[in-house]
C-alpha cells in the first residue's frame, strides 16, 4: 500500500476505535473483543461470562451505536469509511 492508504487506514481504524469506545461498557467490552481481537461469540461469551445470545445483543446495539455515530460526524454510512462492522 502507499503511503496515503497507510495514513487513510490508519485514519479509519481511528474512527472506528472513537465510535467503540462512545459505547456503554460492556457493549464496547464485546465490541472489543470481536472486531479488535477478533474473538469468536463463543470466546467472547466464556471471557465475560454471558451467553452468546448476549454477546449476539451487544454486537448489534454496538453496530447500530457505530452506524449512529458515524452518520453524526457527516460520514455517508459505514462502508463509506472503509470500515464493515457485522453482528
Known amino acids: ?3 496515503g492508504e497507510c495514513v ?3 485514519q ?3 474512527i472506528l476505535l472513537e465510535a ?3 459505547l456503554p461498557e460492556r457493549c464496547r467490552q464485546v465490541m472489543i473483543l470481536r472486531h479488535v481481537e477478533g474473538l ?3 470466546d467472547i461469551a466464556a471471557n ?3 451467553s452468546t445470545e448476549t454477546v449476539k445483543v451487544h454486537l448489534i446495539k454496538g453496530v447500530k451505536d457505530c452506524t449512529r455515530f ?3 460526524r457527516g460520514l455517508l454510512g459505514v ?3 472503509g470500515v464493515r462492522l457485522t453482528a
Do not use: C, N, V, W
Request: aromatic share 8%; hydrophobic share 30%; glycine share 4%.
Open 1 to 3: 500500500p502507499t503511503t
Open 40 to 42: 469468536a461469540y463463543k
Open 79 to 81: 462502508s463509506d469509511t
Open 70 to 72: 458515524f452518520h453524526q
Open 8 to 10: 487513510e487506514q490508519q
Open 12 to 14: 479509519r481504524q481511528e
Open 20 to 22: 467503540i469506545m462512545a
Open 48 to 50: 465475560l461470562g454471558i
